[in-house]
Protein backbone atom coordinates (compact mmCIF):
# COMPACT_ATOMS: atom_id res chain seq x y z
CA UNK A 1 0.00 0.00 0.00
CA UNK A 2 2.44 2.70 0.93
CA UNK A 3 4.81 1.36 -1.80
CA UNK A 4 2.24 2.10 -4.23
CA UNK A 5 1.48 5.67 -2.54
CA UNK A 6 5.37 6.74 -2.30
CA UNK A 7 5.33 6.17 -6.42
CA UNK A 8 1.57 7.68 -6.84
CA UNK A 9 3.42 10.87 -5.47
CA UNK A 10 6.61 10.05 -7.62
CA UNK A 11 7.29 12.96 -10.08
CA UNK A 12 8.18 10.77 -12.65
CA UNK A 13 5.16 10.00 -14.99
CA UNK A 14 5.93 6.54 -15.43
CA UNK A 15 6.12 5.54 -11.85
CA UNK A 16 3.27 7.63 -10.58
CA UNK A 17 0.85 6.37 -13.51
CA UNK A 18 2.30 3.12 -11.95
CA UNK A 19 1.53 3.62 -8.52
CA UNK A 20 -2.10 4.94 -9.56
CA UNK A 21 -2.68 1.45 -11.50
CA UNK A 22 -1.20 0.18 -7.90
CA UNK A 23 -3.33 1.69 -5.79
CA UNK A 24 -6.53 0.60 -7.65
CA UNK A 25 -5.26 -2.94 -7.32
CA UNK A 26 -4.10 -3.37 -4.16
CA UNK A 27 -6.24 -1.23 -1.88
CA UNK A 28 -10.12 0.11 -1.90
CA UNK A 29 -10.53 3.59 -0.74
CA UNK A 30 -14.05 5.48 0.82
CA UNK A 31 -13.03 9.33 1.00
CA UNK A 32 -13.13 10.71 3.29
CA UNK A 33 -12.41 14.39 2.85
CA UNK A 34 -10.06 17.34 2.09
CA UNK A 35 -10.97 19.98 4.90
CA UNK A 36 -9.28 23.27 6.50
CA UNK A 37 -9.78 24.62 9.69
CA UNK A 38 -12.94 26.12 10.85
CA UNK A 39 -14.96 24.13 7.74
CA UNK A 40 -15.69 20.66 8.44
CA UNK A 41 -17.50 18.46 6.26
CA UNK A 42 -19.38 15.41 7.14
CA UNK A 43 -18.78 12.14 4.63
CA UNK A 44 -21.26 9.53 4.83
CA UNK A 45 -21.24 6.24 2.74
CA UNK A 46 -21.78 2.50 3.47
CA UNK A 47 -18.94 0.00 4.83
CA UNK A 48 -19.29 -3.63 5.29
CA UNK A 49 -17.18 -5.22 8.16
CA UNK A 50 -13.56 -5.09 7.95
CA UNK A 51 -10.78 -3.51 9.04
CA UNK A 52 -10.38 0.08 7.59
CA UNK A 53 -7.66 2.55 8.06
CA UNK A 54 -7.50 6.49 8.36
CA UNK A 55 -4.71 8.68 7.67
CA UNK A 56 -3.72 12.31 7.04
CA UNK A 57 -1.60 13.30 3.90
CA UNK A 58 -1.83 16.82 3.98
CA UNK A 59 1.90 17.20 5.21
CA UNK A 60 2.94 13.85 3.36
CA UNK A 61 5.60 14.07 0.90
CA UNK A 62 6.01 10.58 -0.81
CA UNK A 63 8.81 9.93 1.26
CA UNK A 64 8.57 7.74 4.32
CA UNK A 65 5.23 6.21 5.54
CA UNK A 66 2.14 8.33 6.73
CA UNK A 67 1.06 7.47 10.62
CA UNK A 68 -2.10 5.12 10.18
CA UNK A 69 -5.16 4.81 12.88
CA UNK A 70 -7.31 1.65 12.50
CA UNK A 71 -10.93 2.00 12.51
CA UNK A 72 -13.05 -1.45 13.09
CA UNK A 73 -16.29 -2.20 11.01
CA UNK A 74 -18.41 -5.14 12.66
CA UNK A 75 -21.87 -6.52 11.91
CA UNK A 76 -23.70 -7.51 8.48
CA UNK A 77 -25.92 -4.59 7.72
CA UNK A 78 -25.14 -3.67 4.12
CA UNK A 79 -26.56 0.08 4.80
CA UNK A 80 -28.34 1.43 2.43
CA UNK A 81 -28.90 4.18 -0.90
CA UNK A 82 -27.20 7.46 0.29
CA UNK A 83 -28.71 10.80 -0.38
CA UNK A 84 -27.28 14.37 -1.96
CA UNK A 85 -28.92 17.36 -3.63
CA UNK A 86 -26.11 18.23 -5.84
CA UNK A 87 -24.74 14.72 -8.40
CA UNK A 88 -21.21 14.45 -9.07
CA UNK A 89 -19.89 11.59 -11.56
CA UNK A 90 -15.77 11.63 -12.15
CA UNK A 91 -15.66 9.54 -15.81
CA UNK A 92 -13.20 7.52 -16.89
CA UNK A 93 -12.38 10.05 -19.32
CA UNK A 94 -11.33 12.59 -16.52
CA UNK A 95 -14.02 14.84 -16.48
CA UNK A 96 -16.45 15.59 -13.83
CA UNK A 97 -19.97 15.58 -14.39
CA UNK A 98 -21.68 17.94 -12.44
CA UNK A 99 -24.12 21.14 -11.96
CA UNK A 100 -22.69 24.30 -12.76
CA UNK A 101 -24.23 25.96 -9.98
CA UNK A 102 -24.65 24.47 -6.07
CA UNK A 103 -26.16 26.01 -3.02
CA UNK A 104 -22.94 26.90 -1.13
CA UNK A 105 -23.80 24.81 1.82
CA UNK A 106 -25.43 21.24 0.89
CA UNK A 107 -24.96 17.62 0.59
CA UNK A 108 -23.10 16.47 -2.91
CA UNK A 109 -23.42 12.93 -3.96
CA UNK A 110 -20.04 11.75 -5.28
CA UNK A 111 -20.10 8.58 -7.69
CA UNK A 112 -16.63 7.07 -8.44
CA UNK A 113 -17.92 5.91 -12.21
CA UNK A 114 -14.90 5.12 -13.71
CA UNK A 115 -12.36 2.87 -13.82
CA UNK A 116 -9.56 4.41 -11.67
CA UNK A 117 -9.36 6.36 -8.60
CA UNK A 118 -10.26 10.18 -8.49
CA UNK A 119 -11.10 12.64 -5.84
CA UNK A 120 -12.63 16.14 -5.92
CA UNK A 121 -10.62 18.96 -4.34
CA UNK A 122 -13.12 22.32 -4.18
CA UNK A 123 -10.79 25.51 -4.75
CA UNK A 124 -12.18 29.02 -4.92
CA UNK A 125 -11.02 30.85 -8.15
CA UNK A 126 -11.43 34.19 -8.85
CA UNK A 127 -14.97 35.48 -9.74
CA UNK A 128 -15.07 35.64 -14.01
CA UNK A 129 -12.80 32.44 -14.46
CA UNK A 130 -13.51 30.18 -16.88
CA UNK A 131 -12.34 26.30 -17.29
CA UNK A 132 -10.50 27.68 -20.71
CA UNK A 133 -8.29 29.73 -18.68
CA UNK A 134 -7.83 26.83 -16.76
CA UNK A 135 -6.83 24.30 -19.81
CA UNK A 136 -4.76 27.10 -20.83
CA UNK A 137 -2.65 27.42 -17.56
CA UNK A 138 -2.00 23.73 -17.22
CA UNK A 139 -1.62 23.94 -21.02
CA UNK A 140 1.42 26.28 -20.54
CA UNK A 141 3.15 23.42 -18.60
CA UNK A 142 3.22 26.37 -15.73
CA UNK A 143 4.45 25.43 -12.83
CA UNK A 144 3.91 28.93 -10.52
CA UNK A 145 0.64 29.36 -8.73
CA UNK A 146 -2.31 29.43 -10.99
CA UNK A 147 -3.12 33.01 -11.31
CA UNK A 148 -7.28 32.23 -11.16
CA UNK A 149 -6.52 30.98 -7.15
CA UNK A 150 -7.68 33.27 -4.54
CA UNK A 151 -7.34 32.93 -0.84
CA UNK A 152 -10.14 31.17 1.02
CA UNK A 153 -11.41 27.90 2.39
CA UNK A 154 -10.90 24.75 0.05
CA UNK A 155 -13.20 21.59 0.69
CA UNK A 156 -13.91 18.43 -1.14
CA UNK A 157 -13.25 14.77 -1.19
CA UNK A 158 -10.44 12.41 -0.83
CA UNK A 159 -9.53 9.71 -3.16
CA UNK A 160 -12.78 6.99 -4.00
CA UNK A 161 -11.88 3.66 -5.49
CA UNK A 162 -13.95 2.80 -8.87
CA UNK A 163 -17.69 2.17 -8.19
CA UNK A 164 -17.86 3.65 -5.07
CA UNK A 165 -20.30 6.53 -3.50
CA UNK A 166 -20.03 8.58 -1.02
CA UNK A 167 -22.45 11.79 0.66
CA UNK A 168 -20.46 14.84 1.49
CA UNK A 169 -22.24 17.62 3.29
CA UNK A 170 -20.27 21.01 3.46
CA UNK A 171 -20.69 24.47 3.69
CA UNK A 172 -17.96 27.13 2.17
CA UNK A 173 -18.80 30.50 0.94
CA UNK A 174 -20.09 31.85 -1.40
CA UNK A 175 -18.63 32.21 -4.81
CA UNK A 176 -16.51 30.76 -7.82
CA UNK A 177 -14.76 27.41 -7.67
CA UNK A 178 -13.28 24.54 -9.25
CA UNK A 179 -12.97 21.19 -9.06
CA UNK A 180 -9.84 19.42 -9.00
CA UNK A 181 -8.36 16.39 -9.18
CA UNK A 182 -4.58 15.64 -9.15
CA UNK A 183 -4.71 11.85 -9.46
CA UNK A 184 -1.94 10.58 -11.98
CA UNK A 185 -3.44 9.42 -14.92
CA UNK A 186 -3.19 5.16 -14.86
CA UNK A 187 -1.45 5.46 -18.17
CA UNK A 188 0.41 8.48 -18.63
CA UNK A 189 1.40 9.56 -15.31
CA UNK A 190 0.34 13.07 -16.15
CA UNK A 191 -2.06 14.67 -13.04
CA UNK A 192 -5.82 14.04 -13.91
CA UNK A 193 -6.66 18.35 -13.92
CA UNK A 194 -3.90 18.51 -16.79
CA UNK A 195 -5.76 15.84 -18.91
CA UNK A 196 -8.87 18.16 -18.24
CA UNK A 197 -10.44 17.11 -15.13
CA UNK A 198 -11.20 20.14 -13.49
CA UNK A 199 -14.60 22.12 -13.53
CA UNK A 200 -15.79 25.96 -12.73
CA UNK A 201 -19.01 25.74 -10.09
CA UNK A 202 -20.54 28.67 -8.40
CA UNK A 203 -21.53 28.14 -4.89
CA UNK A 204 -24.77 30.50 -4.50
CA UNK B 1 1.59 -4.19 -0.39
CA UNK B 2 2.56 -6.92 1.84
CA UNK B 3 5.26 -5.70 2.47
CA UNK B 4 4.69 -2.23 3.62
CA UNK B 5 1.59 -3.50 5.37
CA UNK B 6 4.36 -5.14 7.66
CA UNK B 7 5.21 -1.92 9.33
CA UNK B 8 1.73 -0.82 10.04
CA UNK B 9 2.15 -1.78 13.68
CA UNK B 10 4.74 1.03 13.95
CA UNK B 11 2.57 3.19 12.50
CA UNK B 12 -1.10 3.02 14.26
CA UNK B 13 -1.94 5.92 16.15
CA UNK B 14 -4.29 5.30 19.14
CA UNK B 15 -7.62 6.85 18.52
CA UNK B 16 -8.84 8.95 21.21
CA UNK B 17 -9.17 7.57 24.70
CA UNK B 18 -12.71 8.31 25.28
CA UNK B 19 -14.37 5.66 23.95
CA UNK B 20 -13.08 2.22 22.74
CA UNK B 21 -16.70 0.42 22.38
CA UNK B 22 -18.62 -0.32 19.42
CA UNK B 23 -21.03 3.46 18.37
CA UNK B 24 -23.56 3.23 16.10
CA UNK B 25 -22.88 4.88 13.27
CA UNK B 26 -20.80 8.44 13.55
CA UNK B 27 -17.41 8.82 14.29
CA UNK B 28 -15.34 11.93 14.90
CA UNK B 29 -12.21 12.50 12.53
CA UNK B 30 -10.00 15.29 13.54
CA UNK B 31 -6.93 15.62 11.23
CA UNK B 32 -3.60 17.52 12.34
CA UNK B 33 -2.06 17.28 9.00
CA UNK B 34 0.04 14.35 9.49
CA UNK B 35 -2.33 12.04 11.93
CA UNK B 36 -5.49 11.29 12.88
CA UNK B 37 -7.62 10.88 15.67
CA UNK B 38 -10.89 9.34 16.03
CA UNK B 39 -13.72 8.93 18.88
CA UNK B 40 -14.44 5.28 18.10
CA UNK B 41 -11.91 2.69 17.10
CA UNK B 42 -15.44 0.27 16.48
CA UNK B 43 -18.31 1.12 14.58
CA UNK B 44 -21.54 -0.74 13.07
CA UNK B 45 -21.37 -1.78 9.82
CA UNK B 46 -24.12 -0.11 7.21
CA UNK B 47 -24.69 3.36 7.13
CA UNK B 48 -21.61 5.42 8.22
CA UNK B 49 -21.30 9.26 9.19
CA UNK B 50 -17.71 10.72 9.93
CA UNK B 51 -17.39 14.06 10.73
CA UNK B 52 -13.79 15.57 9.34
CA UNK B 53 -12.50 18.42 10.57
CA UNK B 54 -8.75 19.25 10.63
CA UNK B 55 -6.75 21.14 13.21
CA UNK B 56 -3.68 22.05 10.73
CA UNK B 57 -3.61 25.30 9.85
CA UNK B 58 -3.49 27.05 6.61
CA UNK B 59 -0.46 29.42 5.97
CA UNK B 60 0.02 30.96 2.03
CA UNK B 61 -2.35 27.96 0.38
CA UNK B 62 -0.96 25.01 2.58
CA UNK B 63 -2.27 23.22 5.15
CA UNK B 64 -5.50 21.72 6.36
CA UNK B 65 -6.23 17.92 6.58
CA UNK B 66 -6.26 15.39 3.82
CA UNK B 67 -8.19 12.68 5.03
CA UNK B 68 -8.14 9.41 3.48
CA UNK B 69 -10.00 6.05 4.46
CA UNK B 70 -8.78 3.30 3.16
CA UNK B 71 -8.86 -1.09 3.57
CA UNK B 72 -6.47 -3.31 1.47
CA UNK B 73 -8.08 -5.76 -0.89
CA UNK B 74 -6.06 -8.78 0.14
CA UNK B 75 -5.78 -9.36 4.22
CA UNK B 76 -7.99 -6.52 5.12
CA UNK B 77 -7.67 -7.66 8.35
CA UNK B 78 -4.76 -9.16 8.43
CA UNK B 79 -2.24 -6.40 8.34
CA UNK B 80 0.23 -7.89 10.77
CA UNK B 81 -0.03 -6.13 14.24
CA UNK B 82 -3.46 -4.80 14.57
CA UNK B 83 -5.98 -6.72 16.05
CA UNK B 84 -9.81 -6.53 16.55
CA UNK B 85 -11.00 -5.83 19.81
CA UNK B 86 -12.52 -9.28 21.21
CA UNK B 87 -15.95 -10.15 21.02
CA UNK B 88 -16.43 -9.06 24.91
CA UNK B 89 -15.32 -5.65 24.37
CA UNK B 90 -17.55 -5.36 20.97
CA UNK B 91 -20.90 -6.58 22.93
Known sequence: MFADLREEFSSNPATAAKGTRDLVRDVSLSGLADVVSGYPEVVTENLRSGTYYLMDLAKFSGAGQPKITPLFVTGHDRGSPLHGRVPVSATSADRFIAPVSWPHHGTYLFRNVADTIHFMAIVPVKAGTTDKQIRAFFDSGSQSQPPFFVNGPTGGNDVVSPGRTIAVSYNLPRGTYVLLCFVADDVTGMPHAVMGMHKVIHLT | ?91
Open chain 2, 1 to 91: MLAAAGGLLALAGPASASDHGVVGHRVTVVGNGSSVNIDHTTVQAGRVSFDVSSTNPVSQGNGGSTISLFRPKQGGDAVHGVRRPSRGVLK
